[in-house]
Nanobody, 118 residues
Framework: QVQLVESGGGLVQPGGSLRLSCAASGFTFRNYDVKWYRQALGKERELVAGSTSIGGRTNYADSVKDRFAISRDNFKNTVYLQMDSLKPEDTAVYLC???????????WGKGTLVTVSS
């Protein structure tokens, strides 16, 4: 059974840090590009960060560059999102996505809520 399970969300003060995890099972994780998205209340889902299957190249949204870092552990089948210098506008549900081009596969987790507030 394919699963992506996010964890690590919670309430944090502005300027604080959180580390999100996404544990994968039921598929060959290392063959998949993995991405973190977020969706704030009343807003569209947006891409936050990504890591490719080959080479582990990373990319980030401009709004999180230099504050967030994505990493992956292909032995633990887990992708992480280290979030530093958090701002209230980072408040959202954070979702993990794993995608393979061929054969085409696209998996989503259910998300973890991050709230940045004093």
């Amino acid at each position: 059974q394919v699963q992506l399970v996010e964890s690590g969300g919670g309430l944090v003060q502005p300027g604080g840090s959180l580390r999100l995890s996404c544990a994968a099972s039921g598929f060959t994780f290392r063959n998949y590009d993995v991405k973190w998205y977020r969706q704030a209340l009343g807003k569209e889902r947006e891409l936050v960060a990504g890591s490719t299957s080959i080479g582990g190249r990373t990319n980030y949204a401009d709004s999180v560059k230099d504050r967030f870092a994505i990493s992956r552990d292909n032995f633990k089948n887990t992708v992480y999102l280290q979030m530093d210098s958090l701002k209230p506008e980072d408040t959202a549900v954070y979702l993990c996505n794993a995608k393979q081009e061929w054969p085409p596969r696209d998996y989503w987790g259910k998300g973890t809520l991050v709230t940045v507030s004093s």
